[in-house]
């Protein structure tokens, strides 16, 4: 058994040797004692540590009575103390008890045998009223400072505790509410009847058993104000199982709730506009064709996409952009009745739901409403902005029986619009739908084409009409279908601009034009510049001038060997970004060429600006040369504006001797058409290449 330690506190020498007898020789093993004379020497040896027990004799020479004892114990509550008396201090002794001492040992049984025993039982019971203590400070500490309120009571439902938080939620202190029926502290209702509901300590101390609140309970506080709260109650009970009352925890759910309902709105909403996203709208549209199909009505799906809307978001920025959304959305809104759903699927495209009775007059009407709406101007940021929408319509049950099919139809109906010249409105038909399947299978089949490598060049070539030699070729893309043959760019090319595909088909464009380039001078073909087509779209992409420097370096091709055609269109989207863009490719040492040109709006002033080498006359002009629509004057002058720019002319599409001499007379540069050549695989085209510029092309004309 571990030894404790006694410190005895007295002047009486003879009185320290009477308790210490009995102490060594304790049956139980025996005590260590430590002997101080006063007060000083007991409060130091008690800041030194490791006593058990303390016996004082209250009256020492710098302490007398109570004062003795209140040092002692302020100093060390948690040390049992006992006094030392005769009968003649006993009441000082008594009133030490009352102040805290564990006892007093009165002088006649100092030398006691039993004293010892006494001594253990004493130190063991202070020792368990310290864990207890600290274990309910711990609780104490606990319960104070937790989030959730907590509430107890006894048995018969009557309040016995409120921490800080119960405080707070209830209106009521702890003192105030000590005693008091649980029903008039912690009053509920339900929510949804807003009927008194079933206190939950009632329940628990009649079942003995947890319970958790019920649903949307709610808690009206003292000054009548309501929060909605959660959690549960469990019921108290004693060492023989009984119950001896209840504890409630709860917590106050208003910002949880608030916090759910936001999420639940933002899982159904567009963050944006606040409209109805696609989720909810594929909802509010299936129950509308349940309807429509037990009432024998008909609805329309309005699919609608803003006419330029990206040109808006490039060129002013996205906030602008949101700012456009929303007020679209607010015009939306305004343009159709309230049983109607208007819904933003992302970006700029929106869908609404209109509903109807039995016909469909009411559909182009408020087509027609929208599209005004949409038109008049947005004055935004200190800009007046113009934008137009274009719409396509289905209609149920006419052209879908499902959420997806008629959404999907509208959307067809609204490419049909965008085709019409846009800001328009165009119903969907079952001619679409074979077009927009077939345009699927052209997408599905360009992806697969991407992926097996099979898009082929032809080369057509270019030729300078003053000596009649081939100086170069435009690289042409084919696509080598596996059950079709060689197709055509004209029956793909749209679809692979709609669908983004043209970027990575543009990139093998490029890469294969550059190997065809490398294999000629290998083979010691005299040098030859061949022009490939960059889309807009490929010109837009981050990544473009890096994949361009990417494949020059890859493949050895010189650079002054490869010429990039960009369309008017693609440039002046935004001149500034352009100029820098064409200005690095200048700088790798690639010419550049502006395709198609007066088909664009490109102005004298932008054209200085840009470090263009040459001008392509779009063929359109070239056809008509010898026409009455004076395009003569036209090709005559972009003849004129090349020469005065410092930059070489290339008509297109030459197809007859008549053009031929015109363009000669004109002194035009270049040549491309039928007239020549037709586009021919590389093979071919090296071939003529050799004999057209050892003969002369002219030479080759039939």
């Known amino acids: 058994m571990e030894a404790n330690t006694v410190l005895i506190i007295t002047g009486n020498d003879e009185d320290a040797l009477m308790i210490e007898e009995p102490l060594k020789t304790a049956r139980d093993g025996p005590f260590i004692t430590d002997r101080v004379h006063d007060l000083a020497g007991a409060l130091d040896r008690l800041r030194a540590g490791d006593i058990d027990i303390v016996l004082v004799d209250l009256f020492l020479k710098d302490s007398e009575g109570g004062a003795t004892f209140d040092a002692l114990f302020q100093l060390k509550p948690s040390v049992p103390i006992m006094t030392l008396c005769d009968e003649e201090n006993e009441a000082a002794s008594i009133e030490a008890v009352q102040h805290g001492a564990q006892g007093y040992l009165s002088k006649g049984y100092f030398s006691n045998t039993l004293v010892p025993q006494a001594l253990r039982n004493i130190i063991q019971r202070k020792k368990i009223e310290e864990a207890l203590y600290v274990e309910k400070e711990r609780a104490r500490v606990t319960l104070e400072s937790i989030g959730d309120g907590v509430l107890s009571t006894d048995v018969h439902c009557n309040i016995t505790y409120l921490n800080p938080e119960a405080e707070r939620m209830t209106g009521w202190t702890r003192d105030e509410a000590r005693g008091r029926p649980i029903a008039e502290i912690f009053r509920l209702i339900n929510g949804d009847t807003r009927q008194p509901a079933r206190n939950p300590v009632e329940a628990v101390i009649a079942d003995k058993k947890n319970l958790a609140l019920q649903a949307r309970s709610i808690l009206v506080r003292r000054d009548g ?45 567009d963050y944006l506009t606040g409209l109805p996203n696609r989720l909810l709208l594929n909802d509010r549209l299936s129950q509308a064709i349940a309807y429509a199909t ?196 004209e029956s793909f090319i749209a679809v692979a601009v709609d669908s983004g595909l043209i970027i990575p088909i543009g990139s093998i464009v490029l890469r294969k034009a550059c190997e065809q380039l490398k294999k000629w001078q290998e083979e010691g073909m005299a040098p030859v510049v061949v022009s490939v087509n960059v889309s807009a779209l490929e010109f837009r992409d981050k990544r473009f001038l890096e994949n361009v420097r990417r494949q020059l370096q890859e493949t050895g091709v010189a650079p002054h060997l490869l010429q990039l055609e960009l369309t008017e269109a693609a440039l002046m989207r935004n001149i500034e970004a352009s100029t820098a863009i064409l200005r690095e490719l200048k700088q790798m040492g690639m010419q550049i060429a502006i395709d ?53 002319v290339i008509a297109e599409g030459v197809e007859t001797k008549e053009q031929l001499d015109f363009l000669h007379t004109h002194h035009c540069d270049e040549g491309q058409g039928h007239l020549f050549s037709a586009a021919m695989p590389a093979d071919e085209f090296g071939q003529f290449f050799r004999t057209a510029n050892a003969t002369g092309v002219t030479g080759l004309l039939q």
């Not at 108290?236 to 709105?265: L, P, S, W």
């Not at 040459?614 to 004129?640: H, P, R």
Request: hydrophobic content about 40%.
């Open 596 to 648: 198609d040109f007066g088909t664009g709006y490109s102005s004298l002033s932008y054209l200085s600006r840009l470090p263009i080498d040459v001008l392509k006359i779009d063929q359109s002009f070239v056809k008509a040369i010898t026409g009455k629509s004076g395009n003569g004057v036209i090709v005559s002058a972009v003849i004129g504006m090349g020469s005065s720019l410092s930059q070489r």
């Open 225 to 269: 104000e309501e929060a909605p709260i959660e959690d549960s109650a469990a019921p108290i009970f004693d060492r023989n199982g009984e119950v001896t009352g209840a504890v409630v925890t709860f917590r106050d759910v208003t910002e949880t709730q608030a916090m759910a309902r936001k999420m639940a709105h933002l899982a159904e909403h």
């Open 294 to 489: 037990r009432h024998g009505t008909k609805l329309a799906v309005f699919f609608l996409d803003l006419d330029n809307f990206k040109h808006i978001n490039d060129s002013l920025g996205h906030s602008v952009g949101d700012e456009l959304l929303s007020g679209v959305a607010k015009r939306l809104t305004s343009q159709v009745r309230h049983s109607d759903t208007v819904s933003r699927l992302g970006g700029d495209e929106f869908v609404v739901l209109v509903l109807e009775d039995t016909d469909v007059e009411h559909f182009p009407f408020t087509a027609e409403k929208i599209l005004r709406a949409l038109a008049a101007p947005h004055h935004l940021s200190g800009n007046e902005l113009h934008v137009t929408t274009s719409i396509g319509i289905s209609l149920f049950p006419d052209d879908g029986a499902d959420a997806e099919t008629l959404v999907k139809n509208a959307d067809i109906a609204m490419y049909h619009a965008k085709k019409n010249g846009r800001n328009n409105f165009q119903f969907f038909n079952n001619r679409m739908n074979a077009r927009a399947v077939a345009r699927q299978t052209t997408e599905i089949g360009l992806r697969r084409a991407i992926e097996c490598n099979e898009f082929v060049l032809h080369y057509q070539p270019k030729v300078d009409l003053e000596s009649g030699k081939v100086t170069g070729a435009e690289a042409l893309i084919r696509w080598q279908h596996p059950q079709h043959g060689i197709v055509l760019p």
